[in-house]
């Protein structure tokens, strides 16, 4: 019996081993499957959004898009940093995702009406997702260190107040919750920046987290062909149809190359100022790739009109103008930035250049095609500035 009782407990200290401790984040590990799963988990619940967004074109539903997909990427941040900050290859870090994966389901299923009949449904769930997010984070500070303890107590509690404050909303009024909502994340995330920002010691971007940020971009980019897809299967197949779906894709496409060729799988500089301006640019701009796949289906179905419906006009483009500022103010962040300014510098006056353009487009409001094509080649212009500048550099070398 001793000898079982010894067996059993080495068998759980393998299996259920405590979070690691503050301070001792792996600076170099491979993201696992489970966080790839999590991460396509957490793509449902944005796609769920813009769905929902693509037949509510309006300020109101941009507004509801706007306050649910903030609680969603502030629930996916958590979930991302306590892993690459406390997870372990065990059975209890196992547990510690499985258990906000179950916490997310039912979020995901209410999200079509939260801003509606299914708001009370939606703030219920999303205050279980906060507080298992408060509970999973106390256990990991407990017994930390006294230079972490601070910093831990105020996260626990911040996250703690943002779960009771969701539960509170179940019972105001549809724009009452959406306005509380709304204001919750920003002062959610404004907390986070000033913890970031003076807590000590500063969190340190790993190469892990830096991949998982490019993975969550990838994965919503589906959207893109989600929403191109979706709107095909549900139009006549013609060539001008195909034609306009095939240019949708090929603007996902095009956003995809502007983060990866300026900013992905870069780390940002490593002080507490960049590390915030890092992690919080990844949150327009992930919201505005959802809201480009957003338009696909409008895009497709109106593909023979005279002029594209204003709504999809100015959601696309104008996301698209987020989404090459957004990335510039990662550009921003980075260590490159700096040693490289002769190549980042122009590529950021194009993209300046280019975002007045999209928006002058919106104005017009070509036919579907000419305005893909257009996107498409604006889209182009900062990849060609940053090919020129290369070889320039390059020359200048030899």
Known sequence: MPEARERWARLHRRLWQPPRPHGEQPLERVVSPLELFYDLVVVVLVGQTAHHLSGHLTWRGLAEFAAVFTLIWIAWLNGSLYHDLHGREDARSRTVLLVQILAMVPLGAFIPEAGGSGGFAFSVSAAVLFAVLTLIWRLAGRGTSAEYRRSSLVFVAGTAACAALLASTASLPADGRLTVWLLLGLVYLAGFSVMIGTAAPGLTVTPALIERFGLLIIIVLGETVVGVVDGLAHEPANTLTIAVGLVAVVIGFGAWWTYFDFVGH?????????????????????????????????????????RTPASIAWLLCAATVVALGATMALAASLEAWSGDRAFYRPVARTCAAVGVLCLALAVVRPTPLPLGVALVVLLGMPWCVAVIRHTANDTGRE
């Open 266 to 306: 870069r780390p940002p500089r490593p002080t507490r100022a960049a590390t915030v301006q890092w992690i919080l640019a990844h949150l327009p701009l992930t919201a505005a790739v959802a809201a480009m796949g957003a338009t696909m289906p409008g895009l497709v179905e109106h593909a023979h009109a005279d």
